[in-house]
């Protein structure tokens, strides 16, 4: 199931649909070369998730930019704009925005907006949790696969994420926000040692 799922690091992805549909998902610190996005998903406004610098970078003629309020004057082109509870499909993959937020710390106060998403791509589910604690809404989201942060200090903990796996059930759980503005490869060893399900520690690419 994450076959076609890189992880560029912290807690940037791409996928790419068997139609050849390129996604993003919060594309920060890019290498070159990389390919251009047909669909480019930002869960918050914060430097390391909505970085005009690295939009510019994938962008072609046609991609279509998908994030909360807040991030409509910082993209460098303009965005479609998304709110919690809301679905669209953009060419062959359909699209639900889900919250994010912190419950313990005020980095990502629920106030913000700021959300993570559930991707359907070639009918596997795909769930980017954005900057978030353990919310209780994550009991009631399906997916197949959950990219979960792990970082602590602005997210959940390995310990916390290692919880919200147990809400989720997801069948294959991959780490991320870890190895660049916080946490390291250790948080993600641990996650996967705590957790009963499939856990898939990505290579950076």
Known sequence: MTENLHWLGHASF???????????????????GLPKADLILITH?????????DIRKIAKPGTVIVGPASIAG????????????QTMAVADIGITAVPSYNTNKEFHPHAAGNVG????????????????DHIPEM???QTDVA??????????????????VAAIKPKVVVPMHYGSVVGSGKDAEELKRLCQAEVRILDRE
Request: net charge positive; aromatic share 10%; charged share 20%.
């Open 74 to 85: 910082k993209a460098p082109s303009t965005v479609k704009v998304i709110a919690r509870g």
């Open 45 to 53: 406004d914060h430097f390391d998730h909505c970085s005009p610098d």
């Open 147 to 164: 990219l979960l942060p792990v970082g602590g200090t602005y997210t959940m903990t390995a310990a916390e994420a290692a919880k919200a």
């Open 14 to 32: 791409y996928a790419v649909s068997k139609k050849g549909t390129v996604v993003y998902f919060d594309p920060y610190q890019l290498k070159a």
């Open 117 to 132: 998403y559930v991707a359907v791509i070639d009918g596997v589910r795909i769930y980017h949790a954005g900057d978030t």
């Open 139 to 141: 009991g009631s989201i």
